[in-house]
């Protein structure tokens, strides 16, 4: 148990759909992450969010966007996604974002875009 | 440009065999930090260690352990005695002070098979 969880575990939408994936984490961190991990590609960092604030956000599509209502929540709102899009997606979570404490993370939310 | 090479897509090896995951990494900057992460089929990725550019010594913890060496700009991992359950996805990475955000850059992942 890491104290961070995702859900859904797996989802399966269509390129016209609206869906939502959803992190929360028990750890009393300030910092959380999303990050994109694709079949043969290392782990893509997508957003940075700190005390509820976004400080990064990784040149990612605007059919991504997320929401952090505060520090223990996090979504990841998805629209017109692509086939591309599909992956598994990383919430974590961190003592302070903009320093090197090592992050925990949940177990994924396997995405498939059809 | 990958900051981070593990060299070894996949390793096999039977149960009680150790096993070395390699790890190179490039920075510039005299502060940093690396990390080992252990990604089971489950899929979180488990932090194992986090090491500072400012401390060579190695590190044992049970049966993993660690060698750090900037002369080569290698972070290695080894398993001691491997175990069915040590199957996994390792991932090194790496956060660079002089990246204000601290943010990880991970490699490409070892995939480890231990059979029985």
């Known amino acids: 148990e890491t104290g961070v969880t995702q859900t859904p575990r797996h989802l399966v939408m269509g390129m016209t759909n609206k869906k939502s994936l959803k992190c929360e984490q028990h750890?009393?961190?300030?910092?959380m992450y999303w990050y994109k991990q694709s079949a043969k590609k290392p782990l893509e960092l997508m957003f940075v969010?700190?005390?509820?604030?976004?400080?990064e956000n990784n040149s990612v599509p605007s059919r991504f966007s997320p929401e952090c209502p505060n520090s223990s929540h996090l979504f990841l709102h998805l629209h017109t996604l692509q086939p591309e899009d599909s992956a598994l997606y990383l919430c974590?979570?961190?003592?302070?974002?903009?320093?090197?404490?090592?992050?925990?993370f949940g177990p994924g939310t396997r995405l498939t875009v059809t | 440009a990958q900051k981070v090479t593990q060299a070894q897509t996949e390793i096999s090896v039977v149960e009680k065999e150790d096993v070395t995951l390699d790890c190179v990494y490039e920075?510039?900057?005299?502060?940093?930090?690396l990390f080992w992460y252990k990604q089971p089929p489950s899929g979180e990725l488990v932090f194992l260690i986090r090491?500072?550019?400012?401390?060579?010594q190695n590190e044992i913890s049970g049966r993993y352990s660690w060698n750090f060496q900037k002369s080569t700009s290698s972070f290695n991992f080894t398993i001691t005695a491997s175990q069915v359950v040590d199957s996994a996805v390792y991932f090194c990475?790496?956060?660079?002070?002089?990246?204000?955000?601290?943010?990880?850059?991970f490699g490409s992942g070892t995939r480890l098979l231990v059979r029985p």
């Open positions: 969010y700190s005390l509820e604030e976004r400080v």
């Open positions: 990475a790496l956060s660079e002070a002089a990246d204000s955000s601290y943010k990880l850059i």
């Open positions: 920075t510039r900057d005299t502060t940093y930090y």
């Open positions: 090491r500072n550019s400012f401390d060579e």
């Open positions: 974590a979570s961190s003592q302070e974002a903009g320093s090197p404490y090592e992050q925990y």
């Open positions: 750890l009393g961190h300030n910092a």
